[in-house]
């Protein structure tokens, strides 16, 4: 099964880089900023109807342009043929990818796990620190400090 999100891409991509995203990221439906803000303002519901309805909708503006920035579930910026994530819902951000090999899988929507610490290292330590959406390390209340591994 595919993934419902909401996912905002810099206005200035190439047409062959926002088809590259459409194609991989299985985006249903675009729209500029103007338009998503009007839809927004006319139904702030619209962000529920998208998940509830199996749509990807990828909504392309500046990032001058900061209204309605929380109701994206994916915010990425494109340049150069690579990807920066710099808000992500499903997992860590400050991320980079090649557009062409750009996926949902890579967004972590599949596996939440990413935020464990040892796995987004990827040391495979099975400590119980765990990755924030500061792109910080925080420990749990069981965190034995004598674990290694993620810097630990």
């Given at each position: 099964?595919?993934?419902?999100?909401?996912?905002?891409?810099?206005?200035?991509l190439?047409?062959?880089?926002q088809d590259?995203?459409?194609?991989?990221l299985?985006i249903t439906?675009?729209?500029?900023?103007?338009s998503?803000?009007?839809?927004?303002?006319?139904?702030?519901?619209?962000?529920?109807f998208?998940?509830?309805?199996?749509r990807r909708?990828?909504?392309?503006?500046?990032?001058r342009?900061?209204q309605?920035r929380?109701?994206a579930?994916?915010?990425?910026?494109v340049t150069?043929?690579?990807?920066t994530?710099?808000?992500?819902k499903?997992?860590?951000p400050?991320?980079?990818?090649r557009?062409?090999?750009?996926?949902w899988q890579?967004?972590?929507?599949?596996?939440?796990?990413?935020?464990?610490c040892?796995?987004?290292?990827?040391?495979n330590?099975?400590c119980?620190?765990?990755?924030?959406?500061?792109?910080?390390y925080?420990?749990?209340s069981?965190?034995?400090?004598?674990?290694?591994g993620?810097?630990?």
């Amino acid at each position: 099964m595919i993934p419902t999100g909401i996912v905002f891409v810099n206005n200035d991509l190439t047409q062959s880089t926002q088809d590259a995203l459409v194609k991989q990221l299985y985006i249903t439906d675009i729209y500029d900023g103007y338009s998503y803000d009007n839809i927004i303002a006319s139904d702030s519901s619209f962000p529920t109807f998208v998940h509830n309805n199996n749509r990807r909708v990828m909504v392309i503006r500046s990032f001058r342009e900061e209204q309605n920035r929380e109701t994206a579930d994916v915010v990425i910026f494109v340049t150069s043929g690579t990807a920066t994530i710099l808000k992500n819902k499903f997992g860590p951000p400050n991320t980079t990818y090649r557009v062409a090999e750009l996926t949902w899988q890579k967004l972590c929507v599949f596996d939440l796990s990413i935020y464990k610490c040892c796995n987004y290292n990827k040391c495979n330590c099975s400590c119980d620190k765990t990755y924030n959406s500061n792109n910080n390390y925080r420990s749990s209340s069981s965190y034995k400090s004598k674990r290694k591994g993620c810097g630990c």
